[in-house]
């Protein structure tokens, strides 16, 4: 039988080529070079990518020692007609004496259900390491960054758990951009005090606390110099433990005023030597268009989180909407940040099922890309 296979893509898409790609799965019924993450990242050389597909099954988790490696999933929850996620039992990134770096490693469109630890001081002479990317990530269990380090980017991710970092550490030129912070405990910052250009930017803060945010502390363990700008805030305390940081453009929602830290609460621009940058709105609706469901503690990444109108649409200091980002061109829209930045087969349909001997099988294809 004779076949011709048309493809018909929905997009014009395209792809950063790495020197060499190398796939995972850990699934009978998807073929690929590796069944783990380990076994590839082991046979891939410095700027090679590793792309782990879609599984019902958990992924054993991975390290990252001294070499450069892009690790790339579907998304946190795919867009397509088999939305299995690459979901991974954590990771950890390291720059160990031994020689190489990881500098400059990616992780993409990856679920995390066990620790991540980036930068981390495993052995006796372990360092810090610069300019992780962080894209697209969701995070139900702990990120520690325990080493100094420089150059880290965190977007369009989802955060479940706690952030922690070393007390005593240096962290510098950090990036927070375009993501989802839900905690449903005391806090979800820790250890941010030697912070040099750390920015937090376009995120949405909320919590499971629908009563309003009195005891539900977003930062702890004396974090200070800190930029925070664009922000919502919605049943979080912002203010408590949080020093020295700059605050402009950020909106505050849904807080319990009648507690002890009532000021700090409501208002953390004006309290802990921190500076009001301007454009600040405290304790007020900032207008989602799913704002009912996120003050009923709604943990769903799905929500709509546009602002539809009110104090919080076109406020932010760069002429956007505060909280998360919906640009309509380029990478920074919520939407898309449910799927990795790689093309992906939407839905895959033959459309002639039944063929004659000789005949020709068409096959129709729609892709789509999430830039």
Not at 27 to 40: M, S, V
Not at 66 to 74: A, E, L, N, Q, R
Not at 101 to 130: C, K
Not at 161 to 174: C, D, G, K, P, R
Request: net charge neutral.
């Amino acid at each position: 039988m004779k076949k011709i296979i048309f493809l018909f893509f929905a997009l014009t898409v395209s792809v950063i080529v790495h020197a060499t790609v190398r796939t995972v799965s850990n699934t009978p019924a998807t073929l690929a070079q590796f069944n783990t993450i380990q076994a590839a990242i082991d046979a891939s050389a410095d700027s090679d990518t590793v792309y782990v597909y879609g599984s019902p099954n958990v992924y054993a988790g991975f390290d990252i020692v001294d070499k450069k490696i892009t690790v790339i999933g579907p998304g946190w929850a795919p867009d397509k007609n088999l939305p299995l996620q690459a979901i991974i039992n954590g990771a950890n990134i390291r720059n160990s004496p031994a020689g190489g770096s990881p500098d400059g490693s990616e992780l993409q469109g990856l679920v995390f259900t066990g620790v991540v630890q980036l930068s981390r001081n495993a052995v006796s002479g372990d360092f810090g390491i610069n300019n992780l990317r962080i894209i697209r990530c969701q995070f139900n269990v702990n990120v520690e960054i325990v080493l100094a380090a420089t150059g880290f980017l965190f977007e369009g991710c989802i955060f479940y758990s706690y952030l922690n970092f070393t007390s005593a550490a240096t962290y510098q030129n950090f990036l927070f951009q375009n993501n989802l912070f839900y905690y449903q405990s005391f806090f979800v910052i820790n250890g941010l005090t030697n912070s040099v250009n750390v920015r937090f930017d376009h995120n949405l803060f909320t919590s499971n606390n629908n009563s309003g945010g009195g005891t539900y502390i977003l930062f702890a363990t004396n974090c200070r110099f800190i930029t925070l700008t664009n922000n919502i805030f919605n049943q979080a305390n912002a203010g408590l433990n949080l020093s020295f940081s700059t605050f402009t453009n950020n909106i505050t929602n849904n807080i319990t005023l009648n507690s002890t830290n009532a000021t700090s609460n409501a208002t953390p621009w004006t309290v802990n030597s921190n500076v009001d940058g301007g454009g600040n709105v405290a304790n007020t609706n900032p207008g989602m268009v799913d704002q009912t469901a996120v003050n009923a503690a709604s943990s769903s990444p799905l929500l709509n989180f546009t602002i539809a109108s009110g104090p919080a649409n076109n406020s932010g200091s760069d002429g956007k909407d505060m909280g998360l980002l919906f640009d309509a061109t380029g990478s920074l829209n919520w939407t898309n940040s449910r799927n990795s930045r790689l093309p992906r087969i939407f839905s895959m349909n033959i459309t002639t099922p039944t063929v004659t001997p000789g005949g020709n099988l068409s096959v129709t294809v729609d892709a789509r890309k999430s830039n």
